[in-house]
């Protein structure tokens, strides 16, 4: 498909409707079943999951004389209506590119320099073996430290992380939602918890762009609330295409929560807040009345720059809304250290308008576990069953970032996220212990962590890294050992829980064999490594269908059937909120703390961080001349991973840097000037684009750009990588800080 093509069917929505205000944001919906394919070529279609990005829609895959000939959003799913987004569209120009990584690989230069050779996938491994072994042996397991991209790969890919005792396993979260998940964990129990925004009628973003930043169920969800009148309003320093829908207030970096304790103070000095609620589920609410006391819409426009009648309006008008008024939690979250603090506030908000459980609010994720407990919902959903494992050897260590121990901020994060960001200070400082290798699954710290340099630095100094993508990325340039894995269109995915306002299942299936043989997907890549590390026993399965079976059967259900739809839902039950018709029903089996409260105040967070309630942090604003620099995600893109794919690479290669008219005037930059942007020791070249559309004393670029690996032909050295600008400050609960770096322009 060229690029004209690719616009036609991704834009426009060739033979479906294109259903989005802006060109960028659209989503198309599937086409109608389309007849049999001209010439005699037999159409048939695959029920699949996407993963042009993490988010796994369910997809309906075309497939002509072997070969995919178009993917479309899965009719079967109504969350997401058989809507796909552009990059999903893009699925075959990734499958087909010959820029891929086709056969695994050994180093043979220095690192950073490309030179490798082609090795079979046994010599791969033995290498990998035999290295982990004398670090092992040398250093204990936890000098290993192994990161992923959260996602069903992680079940093979930590397995040989706890196979050698290691203890030192991150997620990528650290760098996305983990402020939202420790909020969420600190007040409800539980990170499971959802936002219904298309019953809702007044919606607040705190810099979440969901026109942008897609996620297609969430996104049609505002599209279709905007459609049905709710009022939209977005707080972001720049004016994305969401804050285009709404009303848009360009509010100061790094001051969201001044504005949110503001609209605390309104409701509750003008008693706007639903007190059956409040005094029913939560506990705390006294403390965060003082909290909020002198948190005044006055005070707070000294904070934001956002007038206080503006703050006073939308205070008052979310909490008349309630309770069909959602505050967002946010997405992307780690914008400044105290981010946590941010995401608890507005969810202290939120449930002071009692928008829980009901239609327009949240909800608490309804998988066949919680489901399970409602007697009147036994038994129409069964939960996945797992593959059981040995036991693992214990860990002799605790984490590199403290996760888990009790009385310092770390306590806080996620056992299952951890900091990723400490993984290079570790290597470099040897603090609290040494790393010695690193191991990458889907991941590309380069670019993803801050400061890029740094982290080059850090990987230099491994004894061994080993990397498992697509591509040849800028973090795989430095690697010892590549492993080449198969895409999405190509290989099964153990069955994966999608539940929402009901228990939902998702199969991933191959559409096509592989288009390179010598590529394999994740759980036979770590099933045969650790066989090699003698740690069979820890994959109990004969191939993935085993594995799916073993998950299956459980729950009651085959693999044929999931093939039928490629999404499973429990038959006979409709989506449901606890208290749409009872707003005094109980919510015991949905709150997870002991209390069965919902703790605005936190013993938890009180112990670890001693605010267990939300106190401002007043964070410096860029001094005159200077930007505080902020970045985010574009539609046509997926962070750092879809930029050299061929038709997305065409579609947007570059990110300029946005400026504000007044302040490039000041410069003398004009419209597409090349720049240098500045900030401490680092400094990037880039292009400018001049708009009104963002703060004058704020600069926003698209994240992903900049490439550094030659082998990426199309993205190398095209745009900014941000994360060479932005230091690798580790954030109160182990978050990036990635709105909290100053950056001086000039012309080039
Ligand atoms: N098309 C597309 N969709 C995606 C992705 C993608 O790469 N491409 N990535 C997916 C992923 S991994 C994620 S996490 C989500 C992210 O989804 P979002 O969190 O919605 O997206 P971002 O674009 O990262 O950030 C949103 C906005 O935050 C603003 N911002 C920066 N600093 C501040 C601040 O201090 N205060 C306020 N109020 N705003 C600020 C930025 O200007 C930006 O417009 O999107 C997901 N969906
Ligand atoms: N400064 C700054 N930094 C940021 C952000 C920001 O806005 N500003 N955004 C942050 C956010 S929200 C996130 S989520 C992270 C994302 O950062 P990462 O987790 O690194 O995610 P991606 O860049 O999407 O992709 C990672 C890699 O996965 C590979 N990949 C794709 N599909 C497969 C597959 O099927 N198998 C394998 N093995 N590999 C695959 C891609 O080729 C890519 O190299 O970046 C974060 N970093
Ligand atoms: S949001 Fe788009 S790219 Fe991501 S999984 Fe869904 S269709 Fe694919
Ligand atoms: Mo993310």
């Known amino acids: 498909m060229n690029r004209r093509q690719f616009l036609k069917s991704a834009l426009l929505g060739a033979g479906g409707t294109a259903i989005a205000i802006s060109g960028f944001g659209t989503l198309t919906k599937a086409a109608p079943p389309s007849s049999i394919a001209a010439e005699n070529n037999q159409e048939t279609t695959v029920f699949s999951a996407c993963e042009m990005c993490r988010n796994q829609c369910p997809i309906a895959v075309k497939v002509v004389n072997g070969k995919v000939s178009k993917i479309e959003g899965n009719p079967h799913d109504a969350d997401f209506g058989g809507v796909l987004c552009a990059r999903g569209n893009a699925g075959p120009s990734l499958l087909y590119d010959p820029q891929r990584l086709k056969k695994p690989m050994l180093r043979t230069g220095e690192r950073g320099t490309g030179k490798y050779k082609e090795v079979s996938w046994d010599e791969a491994y033995t290498y990998i073996a035999e290295k982990l072994k004398v670090i092992q042996q040398n250093d204990g397991g936890e000098a290993v430290a192994f990161a992923s991209r959260k996602g069903p790969h992680d079940w093979f890919f930590r397995t040989i992380a706890q196979g050698i005792g290691s203890p030192n396993m991150f997620s990528h979260e650290a760098t996305c939602p983990l402020t939202r998940s420790v909020a969420l964990d600190s007040m409800f129990g539980v990170e499971g918890i959802a936002a219904d925004y298309g019953n809702a009628k007044y919606i607040v973003s705190i810099g979440r762009n969901w026109l942008e930043g897609i996620h297609v169920a969430q996104t049609r969800g505002i599209m279709k609330a905007v459609g049905n009148g709710a009022k939209l309003v977005v707080l972001d320093p720049r004016f994305s295409v969401t804050a285009s829908m709404g009303e848009w207030v360009p509010i100061k970096g790094a001051t969201d929560l001044a504005f949110v304790m503001a609209m605390a103070n309104v409701m509750i000095a003008e008693e706007k807040y639903d007190k059956d609620f409040v005094e ?196 795989a340039m430095f690697a010892d050992v590549i492993l080449p894995e198969c895409t999405y269109l190509e290989r099964y995915e153990q069955v994966y829980d999608m539940s929402g306002l009901m228990p939902k299942y998702v199969l991933r299936q191959p559409a096509v064999p592989l288009v390179y043989p010598d590529t394999k997907p994740a759980w036979r890549i770590y099933k045969e490594l650790g066989e090699k590390m003698g740690l069979g026993q820890y994959f109990p399965y004969a191939d993935i269908v085993d594995f799916i079976n073993q998950q299956l059967t459980p729950a009651g259900l085959t693999l044929n059937q999931m ?150 032909k199309r993205a190398y050295g095209k745009g900014i990588n941000d994360n060479k600008l932005i230091p690798n400050e580790i954030g109160e609960v182990g978050n990036v800080c990635t709105s909290m770096t100053f950056v001086t322009v000039k012309k080039a």
């Open 563 to 712: 093939k039928e739809k490629g999404v499973w839902i429990p038959v006979g039950m409709k989506p449901f909120y606890i208290r749409e018709n009872d707003p005094t029903a109980s919510l015991d089996n949905v709150v997870s703390k002991p209390s069965k409260k919902i703790e605005f105040y936190s013993e938890e967070v009180q112990e670890a961080t001693k605010q267990g309630i939300p106190q401002y942090k007043q964070y410096p604003q860029p001094e005159e001349g200077k930007f505080r620099f902020v970045q985010g995600k574009v539609a046509v893109h997926t962070n750092a991973g879809t930029i050299n794919v061929p038709v997305l690479n065409e579609v947007m290669s570059q990110n300029p840097l946005w400026i504000h008219k007044i302040s490039a005037d000041k410069l003398g930059i004009r419209d597409g000037d090349a720049i240098i942007i500045s900030a401490g020791k680092y400094e990037h070249k880039g292009t400018a684009k001049v708009t009104q559309g963002i703060r004058p004393d704020t600069v926003f670029c698209y994240h992903g750009f900049g490439r550094i690996s030659p082998e990426l």
């Open 280 to 475: 029913r589920y939560t506990s705390g609410f006294d403390q965060w009345k003082v909290a909020v006391k002198d948190k005044t819409p006055e005070w707070a426009e000294k904070e934001t720059g956002i007038p206080q009648e503006t703050i006073l309006r939308i205070a008052r008008e979310f909490a008349e809304s309630r309770p069909k008024a959602i505050l967002d939690f946010g997405w992307r979250t780690g914008l400044a250290p105290n981010d946590y603090q941010l995401r608890r506030a507005i969810m202290i908000v939120n449930m002071m308008v009692g928008n829980f459980e009901t239609p327009g609010g949240y909800y608490r994720v309804k998988n066949a576990s919680v489901v399970n407990r409602f007697p009147e919902m036994t038994g129409l959903a069964k939960a996945l069953g797992a593959v059981s494992q040995p036991a693992f050897p214990k860990p002799v260590t605790s984490r590199i970032d403290g996760t888990g121990i009790k009385g310092i901020p770390s306590q806080l994060i996620p056992e299952g996220d951890g900091a990723v960001g400490q993984i290079t200070e570790s290597i470099l400082t040897g603090q609290p212990y040494q790393i010695k290798a690193w191991m990458v699954h889907r991941f590309n710290p380069v670019i993803s962590l801050p400061e890029s340099d740094r982290v080059i630095e850090a990987l230099k100094k491994l004894d061994l890294l080993v990397v498992c993508d697509l591509y040849m990325t800028d973090t």
